[in-house]
Each structure stands twice: as C-alpha cells, then as structure tokens.
C-alpha cells in the first residue's frame, strides 16, 4: 500500500486540535452466552460451543442471561453512569456471515447505563475526566477466516471459513463523548483510557480484558479541528487496536496522516480504518455509506430489562474501591516511590502485582520479577507480560527464592521454563533439577576438592584473607552449575579452612 | 406517503430482488399500512407510553448455567457448504461491522 504522507507532529497539534472518541468493546467472562446457554468459551473446536440460538435457527429464542444483566450495571455504575429504568433490546441489520442471523443483537436507543465520567490518570499524574456517553450491552460475532488469496485479508479471497463459538459472547460496549483538550497528550490519553477501563472491568472481576486475546476491543476515533475554526474536522474510526501501546500509535499517526491531508487543502474521508501493527500505519477500509443504514427496530423476541433500585443498590454496594483511589492506597501500603509505583502503572502490571503480593510474595519482590525479567520477556517477544506467566506462579517463584530453595540465577533459568509452558514452578524445578543444592555433604565435597587444589588460597584464609575465599567460592559455584546457594558455601568455606 | 426510493433503498438493504412494477406496488401498499397506523397513533394520549412490546411483562432472565450444545455435525447438518468443522461462505466484500 502507498505510504501516507505524515506532519510533523509537534506542527500538527501546532495548527489543528484533537478531537477523541473511544468504543471500547468488553467481553463478559459470565459461563454462558447472552442469549443462549452455550459456554461462553471461544476457542476449541470450530462450532461446537453452540446451541440452536446462536445459530439462528427457525424457532429458536434468545433468553436474557441474568448474570450479564448484573455485570453489565456493574460496570455501568463503576463508570459512574446512570443506569435505565428501562432498556431494551434492539435488531441491529446487516448482512454479513459474522452473525447467522443476518442481525446483530444490541442495545440502541434505550441502553442499560448512560452519562457516566471516568478519571484518567496520565503518566504524570495528571487526571483527566473522560465522559462516557453510554454502556450498553450486545453479542458477539462469529470468527471468518478467509481462504485463498495471498494475504490472508479479505481482499482476493476466495471463500470464508466461519466458527460460531464467539457467536453471542456477551459484550458491553463502552462510548465515550467527544473527548477535548488532550491537545499533544493525545494519544497518552488515549492509552490511559483504555488502560483505565481495562482496570476497571478487572477489578470488577467480569472480563479477562486481555488485549491480545481480544476480550476487550478499542476503536479510536479521531478528528483534527484547525485552531480557532471552531469547526469540527471529519472522523476517522480505527478498528480493533489490540494492545495499549497500539492505541498510543494509532492516534499519533491519524493526527500526523489527517493533518498532513488538511494542510494540503484535502478533506479526510469518513471511513472505517485498520491499525498494522507491524508497519505501524492505519489503512482505508469500508467508507461510511448505505451499509451503515442498520435499520434497528425494538428485538420482538425479547423483553425490556428493568431492574430493581434494590438490585441497582445492592451492587452498587459490591463495587470494588476505583483503581483511581485503589492506586493512591496501594502505592503508600507498599511504600513505593512515585517513580517505582508509576513504573508499574504505566507497565499496565497493577493488577498482576496486586494479585502476585495477595498470593503471597513482598510488593518489593513481585515489583522485581514483573518488571525486570517477565517485561524484558514480553518485550523481546512482543506479547504483554501479563499472557507469559500468571500472579500465583511468580509468587511461587519468589517464596522458592525466599526459602533458598532457589537462587536468583536459577530463579530465572525456572522462569523461563514456566514461560516456555513447561509447567508451574515446582514441576519445572523437578523437570529441569534446578533446586538448590541444599546438602552440605555435597557441597562440603566439593569444597574440599577445592580447597585441596588451591593451597595457596587455603593458606591466604588461615592467615585470615578471608576475601580470598572468593576463589574457592567460584569453584565450587561452577562445580555444582550454579545450583548452590553462595552464602552458605562461603559459610562452609572458612569452617573448613579453618578445620584443615 | 412512502416513495418509490424508499422502498427500492429498502429492498437493495435487504438484499431483494424487486422489478419496477413491483417496487410502485410495495410502494402503494406500504403508504396504505403506515396511514393506518399513523390513524392508530392518534388514539394514544400524551399520557400512553410508546411500547415495543404489546404483553406488559419485564426482566424474563435464564440463570448463567451452561447447557446442552450442538455437536459441529449438527450444526453443519443444514450448511450447503462447509469444510467438516466450519461453514464455507463466498467470499464477501465487506467487513465486521
């Protein structure tokens, strides 16, 4: 594809100002779907996690899950909406084989949660308020693969393949309001703001909200308005950017793309864009036309959702404290400084160290092996750190490292294996025999044989050298492969100098 | 009153044939049903909620418990095409919505 002209970008938020606007997609991780009782699992084999409702079969009938109705005003109360009286349900109609139905059932003009607002703290602290203009809640679409062609996209295919698991996933759908006065910060905003709703829906406990596995989807829109115009520019919305670092780089690049089509006098086309990770540019996709013309009109097989105040007030009362004040709390419990605890925040590895000092390591300890050695995984290999090991594993790490089963060295070496999907900690110490060795006759042999082939050294801790024991120390170290706790073998060095 | 473009928009967004003569028709015939409904509607008051649904009942909930699924094979027994696990569609110039 022809490479997009790009401004500068410091010019372009010289001479024009974002404008953002977010539809986050949530998958509910409830046990079934919205409308049927299939399990709520994408994955495994193609269509077998389906029932005569997700298939749109003559006579079928959804059902409203009750669990994904609480989820939902879970959710829509932690983004501080308002939560309907009444919503219904609405046909949303199109066709297109993601959806056997030939519609989408959504929510349309009576959503179940509107006019919220969403602090969003930035890297320096700063908080911005983002004002959510609506939640309401929908089912997902099958999975197409498309065959034949070179590419794999949708352009030459020759025909499509299409697994109906994800069919009726529940999915809340988050819409902000027109998002102004990010200005340069925009797309650190943009970050911060999904990153804030991916905190959000995971303290709540409804979603995995992993990025990279798609439960839970961003599409940026954006607009450039030249300065004191007033007038607003024409959008463009970007599709499904799958990782937080994506929404920073999709936006940057949009201004940068947009403004350079403006200063030139060229208008910006209302379309539908995708984001190539790879190449770091957005493409043109479908332009707005009669297709978006979806016709909703009220689903008949299905009844308004009215909940109770008391149910409303009941789970208003279960809502976690907000990440916002949740962060403040745990940075003085942990006694972090600002730049160690923003560290984290900004790694996106909050909840991992939440979850890894609730399972037992040092907030010190868990901040250690997130941030060091699983990010410089993850980052080598371009995955979140969050998908490589989970918080229980590398508390299990840490307390095998405490007990001196396990030196740091070592530790990494068991790290690796659990990465690499060996197992949890303890199986790969077995598999790969990693454990410390802990008995002294071992290594009391070992350092004898040293000692014995390095008199002179011997002689330098009799005449109390005792920094000459480093030696020694090495030796004995490389004779057991590094599996040898270095404290305890300089103990048993100087004894059994001095016993000689 | 409901046009002729109305109805040929209409017919192309849900994918059906129709020929001219039949388009003037529909269009006749829609203009009639929507007449008598706009008649309908003089009856309610400002005081009558509009409704989508015409049995007063709310909140018809299933509990979030897994149920019996189709197997792939059952699920593919009506398909004209599939690849023994999938269904096979032509490829379709369009895109998730």
Not at chain 1, 107 to 118: L, R
Not at chain 1, 476 to 498: C, F, H, I, P, T
Not at chain 2, 2 to 20: C, D, G, K, S, Y
Not at chain 2, 35 to 61: C, M, Q, R, W, Y
Request: net charge negative; glycine share 8%; proline share 5%.
């Amino acid at each position: 594809m022809a490479k997009a002209e790009l401004m500068d970008y410091d010019l372009a938020i010289e001479m024009y100002e974002p404008v953002l606007g977010f539809e986050v997609h949530v998958e509910l991780n409830t046990r079934t779907k919205m409308f049927s009782d299939a399990p709520n699992f994408f994955g495994g084999e193609p269509n077998t996690n389906i029932t005569p409702v997700d298939l749109g079969l003559p006579g079928s009938l959804p059902v409203v899950n009750e669990q994904a109705i609480k989820y939902s005003i879970s959710l829509g109360l932690a983004l501080g909406c308002s939560i309907a009286p009444s919503s219904r349900f609405a046909r949303k109609n199109y066709f297109y084989p993601d959806l056997a139905k030939n519609y989408q059932i959504s929510q349309f003009d009576e959503p179940i949660a509107f006019d919220g607002n969403v602090e969003v703290e930035l890297d320096d602290g700063r908080v911005f308020q983002v004002s959510i203009e609506r939640a309401h809640m929908e089912e997902d679409a099958g999975k197409l693969t498309h065959v034949g062609g070179s590419t794999g996209r949708i352009q030459g295919a020759e025909y499509s393949l299409v697994d109906y698991n994800r069919a009726g996933i529940p999915l809340v759908e988050i819409v902000t309001n027109m998002i102004h006065g990010a200005e340069r910060d925009a797309p650190e905003l943009a970050k911060a703001y999904v990153s804030t709703i991916r905190d959000i829906v995971r303290s709540l406990g409804i979603s995995d909200a992993r990025m990279e596995r798609g439960n839970l989807r961003c599409d940026a829109n954006i607009s450039l308005s030249p300065r004191g115009s007033g007038i607003l520019g024409t959008r463009t919305e970007t599709k499904n950017v799958n990782s937080l670092r994506s929404v920073e780089r999709t936006i940057r690049y949009e201004i940068q793309r947009q403004a350079a089509i403006l200063a030139k006098g060229g208008t910006i086309i209302q379309e539908t864009r995708h984001w190539h990770e790879d190449t770091g540019v957005t493409s043109a996709g479908r332009p707005k036309s009669d297709a978006d013309d979806y016709r909703y009109f009220p689903e008949p097989d299905l009844l308004p959702v009215e909940p109770s105040d008391a149910l409303i007030a009941e789970l208003r009362a279960a809502l976690p404290e907000s990440p916002l004040l949740m962060r403040r709390r745990l940075k003085a419990d942990w006694g972090f400084g600002d730049t160690d605890f923003q560290s984290v925040v900004n790694a996106g590895l909050l909840v991992e160290l939440v979850d890894t000092v609730a399972a037992g390591a040092s907030p010190q300890a868990a901040r250690k092996w997130w941030m060091g050695e699983i990010s410089r995984t993850a980052n080598d290999r371009g995955l979140e750190a969050a998908s490589l090991v989970t918080p229980a594993q590398v508390a299990a790490l840490v307390s095998m490292v405490d007990s001196g089963e396990l030196t740091d060295s070592l530790a990494r070496q068991v790290l690796e294996g659990v990465i690499a999907g060996e197992g949890t900690p303890a199986e790969v110490v077995a598999a790969r025999g990693l454990a410390v060795v802990s008995d002294d006759g071992a290594l009391i042999a070992a350092i004898d044989a040293a000692l014995a082939s390095q008199p002179d050294v011997l002689a330098k801790i009799r005449d109390g050298k005792v920094q000459a024991a480093g030696a020694v120390i090495g030796s004995v170290m490389k004779a057991m492969k590094g599996q040898a706790d270095a404290a305890r073998v300089r103990e048993l060095v100087l004894v059994r100098a001095s016993e000689q | 009153m409901i046009t002729t473009e109305q109805v040929a928009h209409l017919a192309n967004l849900a994918r059906i044939a129709l020929t001219p003569q039949e388009i003037d028709k529909l269009a006749g015939e829609l203009g009639i049903i929507v007449d008598a409904i706009a008649k309908v509607s003089e009856v309610a008051g400002a005081d009558v909620p509009a409704t989508s649904h015409p049995i007063p009942l709310t909140n018809v909930f299933r509990p979030d418990v897994p149920g019996e699924t189709l197997t792939a094979a059952q699920a593919l027994a009506g398909a004209p095409e599939h690849d023994g696990s999938r269904f096979k569609v032509s490829a379709i110039l369009g895109e998730e919505q």
